[in-house]
């Protein structure tokens, strides 16, 4: 992480005023001309990577992916690994790692291979329509390993990825996480223990058109709520024998959810609910089927939905307010909430401050905007969020699209240039700084 006396030097240096257009070093101007250089190329192997179904479930398809970015790495020196990742029924995930000369802040740039377009997605098709480009993860994420790659090469051509220490992980299941996802996220795990930065190449915010500056994204955990009551013929309801009944129940605790939780940063949902006679939730947590008549008592209720918080801190105390609802059982009934492990939160915290005012001392000098920070609450959750505990670290590197993870998703194509410059320029700067 950033040392603490850099901190406060860093954040002065980003308040004070700067010349519109400060120069560029050499090297840097060179990765600039180099990226605008490549444009068409870059477009061209993202029309390739969209074309090519990388639906989370289509493992074939995730792999095939996998396999092209390897022959973009290793052309620039990264010694790339495939993990595969069958025990969490997923595909596997790309590690590649780039040994420069070990003096300066280790990199750790995060993308993934998959989309939420499976198979069976009428959406499968790279279309270019001027300056703006639709397709099945035309910007999340394979426009945003475009951008990664974009900057790359500018740094090769410029002469400052050889000296650069960098890890890349792609992952194959960001859209749909393996389980256990202690498995499943193992390995960025261990790069981000491994890194001094964490670079996020997931899509880039705007926000009334201005581009933004994402230093946090949220958590996303799911949990599932089981009620029970007594049964018996509908005459009978809310008797001493037979109480409330299950529906009745679950109905007490989501409206309880609905007026006691909220607080700033957090948000929860309930996405699907049922009950009756009988209730019974698949495997996957996507279809309840329930069972029931209008004169019999319920005996069983189940919902399931999530919640998102911006710290652990955050997280620890949602879970124990909805524990503590739950607890409060209305007359004959009872009930319990179960927690899946999900996407940790990534704080806000002054190191990823810092890294945002390097970039936008990286702004500053190609005659951008300044970026400001991101409200949280306008982005979901990322892979970037399993190496925040131990790394600074900065999201949203990625290039600007609309519609995300919805027919119709489309990439800003001059966004990828634009983006691939900041890193390239932000990434070299930063590897030549000493940990």
Known sequence: MFAKSLIPALLLAAALPQPAFAALSAAEKKMAAMVDAEQARSIALLEKLVNVNSGTMNLAGVEQVGRMMRTELEPLGFDVRWIPMGETKRAGHIVATHKGNGKGRKLLLIGHLDTVFEQHSPFQTFVRKGDRAEGPGVGDDKGGMVVMLAALRAMQAAGTLAPADIEVVLTGDEERSGDPVEIARADLVAA???????????????????????????????????????????????????????IYEIARIIAAFRKELPEPNLTFNVGLIGGGATAIIDPDGARVTATGKTNIIPETAIAKGDFRTLTDEQTLRVRQKMERIVAAHAPGTDAGIAFEEGYPPM?????????????????????????????????????????????????????????????????????????AKRAAILMSRLSREVP
């Open 347 to 419: 704080a806000p915290t002054a190191g990823n401050r810092a890294i945002l005012a390097r970039l936008n001392g990286v702004n500053r000098d190609m005659g951008l905007p300044e970026m400001p920070e991101l409200d949280p609450l306008k982005r979901g959750a990322g892979d970037i969020s399993f190496v925040a505990k131990d790394v600074d670290g900065l999201a949203g590197l990625g290039p600007y699209s609309e519609g995300d993870h919805a027919p119709g998703e489309t990439v800003d194509l001059p966004s990828i240039a634009t983006q």
């Open 192 to 246: 981000g223990k491994r890194a001094d930065v964490a670079l996020d190449f997931e899509g880039l915010v705007r926000d009334g058109g201005r581009d933004m500056g994402s230093i946090a994204r949220r958590s996303s955990y799911s949990w599932t709520l089981t009620a029970t009551g007594r049964t018996g013929h509908s005459s009978l309801i809310f008797d001493a024998d037979h109480g409330d009944g299950a």
